[in-house]
């Protein structure tokens, strides 16, 4: 599958960003989630379902990756962050949101 970071209307990467902002050993294991996901080996991942068709992958500790499977040939990661609680806070759940509802309309498909 072909791996997209969401990014800003000005082309900013806001996944690159948040995976060069934390620790190597944290990078190193957002990356590998990357290529996982990329490689359709869903089951060495820590996956579970958030809203609607939207997914969050757990990554080294409290890092995780949330993302949505457009069809069988993109996945559209829209958000990357620390999760500290059991629940999202509510300012990245807002984000993530709005950014499925982005891509969702971009593609003409309904992710929430």
């Not at 599958?1 to 934390?22: P, Q, S």
């Amino acid at each position: 599958m072909k791996i997209h970071h969401y990014k800003t209307a000005g082309g900013k990467d806001l996944i690159h960003d948040y995976l060069n902002k934390i620790s190597k050993k944290e990078k190193i294991d957002g990356l590998s989630v990357l290529e996982k996901l990329e490689d359709e080996r869903f089951s060495e991942l820590d996956i579970k379902p958030w809203r609607g068709k939207i997914s969050e992958v757990y990554f080294h500790r409290d890092n995780r990756l949330f993302y949505v499977i457009a069809d069988g040939k993109n996945i559209y990661v829209l958000h990357a962050c620390r999760k500290q609680k059991n629940k999202t806070e509510i300012k990245d759940a807002d984000k993530i949101m709005e950014r499925a509802k982005k891509v969702g309309e971009n593609l003409n498909k309904n992710f929430i």
